[in-house]
C-alpha cells in the first residue's frame, strides 16, 4: 500500500474509533455500556451462540480463557477467585463459569474453570490455553514462539496429553487445544496484542472462530489494550476496528477492552495507570488498589453496576470485570433463555456518490445516506454529520427524510482534482443511538462509513 493511502486508511480507522466513543462518552462507567459494544447485532449473536450449543456434550459454565500472556497471568483470574466486592450478580454468575474453584497442580486438564487453564503454569511460559509472547499465527500455526512445535491432535484423550506435555515450552496449536476442552461451551478469546501489525492476524482469528465453532465452542472476542508505542497503537487500533467488524459480520459478542481503558483514561493517560510502563501489560496494582480490590467502591454504585476507583487504575482489574460482566449477559440470554431488549440503534445502510459538472473548469460531488435501524428499516429525523478530505476539505449535515435519506454536496471543485472523500462522522437522533460498527452498504459501493467520488 502506497503511504498517502495508508495514512487515509489510518484516519478512517481512528474516525471508526472515534464514532463509537461518542455514542457511549454520555455513558456512566456501567456493566450496561461495558456491555454495549454489539448492541447493533445482540439479536443475531444471541441466536448463533444459542443454535452453537443445540448439542449434547457440554458441561454447563465452562468458558475458555484463550490468549497470551494477559490471559495467562493469575493477575487476570485473581478477582473471579477470590476478590472483594462482587455484587450478587456476579457472584452468580462467577458460580456458574466455576470461577470460585482451581485445579491441582498445574497440568488438571479436566478441570473446568477456563481460568485456571489459562493461569496455570503448565511450563515456565504457559498454560493449557493460552501461552506468554504468543500470537494469533503462532497458536494457528502451533509454532514458532519458542521450543519444540505442539503437533496437531484431534484425539481428546491424545490432545489433553499434548496441551499439558512440559516439552512444548511455549508453543499451543489450536487444533489440539480445542480437541483437549471440547466441553466448554464459550471460548473468550483476546489475541493480537504481541503482533498487531501482521496483515494476516484477521484471517489468522477467522480460522480461529471457525475451529472453535465447529466444536460447537461459542467465541466472544475481545480487542486488546492499547500499546505506549505510538506507531505500535497506531496497528492496535487497526486491529481492533477489524475484531469489531469480525465479530459483527461473525454475530459473535464482543468485549471491547481498548473502548472501556480510554473511556476511562483519554489521551494517553492511561499509561502508567491502566497499563504498565511496559506499554503493552494491563497494571496489577495502582492507586492503592490491587487485582483483588472492590470494582465498584469507592467511586461507583453497586447497585446499578457502576464502577469505582480501583477500575481507572487497576488494569487486570478491569479486564477480570468486563470479561465478568459480559459472561453474566450471555448467560441471561444465551444460557437462561430470556429475550434481549429491542436494539434502539441506528447505522449508516447506504452511501452512494454522484458527481455535477457545471463547467469545464469545475466539479462538484455530492453524497447521498441511507440511514437504518437494526431491524434495517430506514430511520427519518436523524441528523448525520461527517466531512470531506481530499481534492475538499469541509464538512457536511443533514437530517434524513421520511425515505431515510438526506445528501451533502461539495463547493466547486478544480476540474484537475480527480476525487472527494466523504467521511461520517456522526449521527445523532432522539431516540435511537448510533452504532459506527454496524455501518454498511447495501450495494457494496462502499463501507458505510466514507466513499470516494471521483470526477467523471
Not at 447485532?41 to 454447563?60: C, F, I
Request: with cysteine; net charge negative.
Amino acid at each position: 500500500m502506497k503511504g498517502s493511502a495508508l495514512l487515509v486508511k489510518v484516519i478512517v480507522l481512528f474516525v471508526l474509533l472515534l464514532c463509537a466513543t461518542t455514542a457511549v462518552l454520555a455513558q456512566e462507567a456501567t456493566a450496561a455500556r461495558a456491555n454495549s459494544y454489539d448492541d447493533a447485532w445482540q439479536s443475531g449473536w444471541v441466536a448463533h451462540a444459542r443454535s452453537l450449543l443445540a448439542t449434547s456434550g457440554k458441561t454447563e459454565g465452562f468458558v475458555l480463557q484463550i490468549g497470551d500472556s494477559i490471559t495467562h497471568s493469575f493477575a487476570y483470574a485473581n478477582w473471579p477467585l477470590q476478590g472483594a466486592g462482587k455484587t450478587p450478580q456476579d457472584d452468580a454468575a462467577i458460580l456458574w463459569m466455576r470461577a470460585t474453584s482451581w485445579g491441582s497442580g498445574n497440568a488438571d486438564v479436566n478441570h473446568k474453570n477456563g481460568w485456571y487453564l489459562a493461569a496455570a503454569d503448565t511450563t515456565s511460559h504457559r498454560g493449557m490455553t493460552s501461552s506468554g509472547g504468543m500470537s494469533l499465527q503462532e497458536l494457528w500455526a502451533g509454532c514458532c514462539n519458542g521450543g519444540p512445535a505442539m503437533p496437531a491432535s484431534f484425539v481428546p484423550l491424545e490432545a489433553q496429553g499434548i496441551v499439558i506435555d512440559p516439552a512444548y515450552t511455549a508453543n499451543l496449536q489450536i487444533d489440539t487445544v480445542v480437541s483437549a476442552v471440547r466441553d466448554a461451551q464459550f471460548a473468550v478469546v483476546m489475541l493480537g496484542s504481541n503482533d498487531p501489525g501482521n496483515a494476516q492476524n484477521i484471517a489468522n482469528l477467522t480460522a480461529i472462530v471457525d475451529k472453535l465453532e465447529a466444536a460447537r465452542i461459542v467465541p466472544i472476542l475481545s480487542t486488546i489494550p492499547p500499546q505506549g508505542d505510538s506507531v505500535s497503537n497506531e496497528w492496535v487500533v487497526r486491529f481492533n476496528v477489524d475484531v469489531a467488524q469480525l465479530a459483527h459480520a461473525r454475530n459473535l459478542s464482543l468485549i471491547d477492552f481498548y473502548q472501556e481503558i480510554v473511556l476511562r483514561r483519554p489521551g494517553t493517560a492511561w499509561f502508567g495507570t491502566l497499563i504498565s510502563t511496559d506499554g503493552v501489560h494491563p497494571t496489577a496494582t495502582g492507586g492503592g488498589f490491587d487485582i483483588g480490590s472492590d470494582p465498584y467502591l469507592p467511586g461507583g454504585d453497586p447497585a446499578t453496576h457502576t464502577s469505582g476507583e480501583a477500575l481507572t487504575n487497576v488494569g487486570y482489574l478491569l479486564r477480570s470485570w468486563l470479561v465478568v460482566q459480559k459472561l453474566k449477559e450471555v448467560k441471561q440470554y444465551v444460557i437462561d433463555g430470556a429475550a434481549p431488549p429491542p436494539e434502539n440503534t441506528t447505522h449508516v445502510g447506504d452511501l452512494d456518490g454522484a458527481v455535477a459538472n457545471p463547467s469545464k473548469q469545475i466539479w462538484r460531488g455530492t453524497v447521498t445516506v441511507t440511514l437504518h435501524d437494526a431491524a434495517e428499516a430506514v430511520v427519518s429525523g436523524a441528523t448525520m454529520s461527517g466531512r470531506w478530505s481530499d481534492s475538499y476539505s469541509g464538512t457536511g449535515t443533514c437530517t434524513t427524510n421520511a425515505a431515510g435519506q438526506c445528501s451533502v454536496s461539495t463547493g466547486n471543485i478544480n476540474a484537475k482534482k480527480g476525487t472527494a472523500t466523504f467521511t461520517v462522522t456522526g449521527v445523532t437522533h432522539p431516540v435511537l443511538a448510533y452504532r459506527s460498527n454496524a455501518n454498511h452498504d447495501v450495494d457494496g459501493s462502499s463501507n458505510g462509513t466514507f466513499i470516494t467520488v471521483i470526477k467523471p
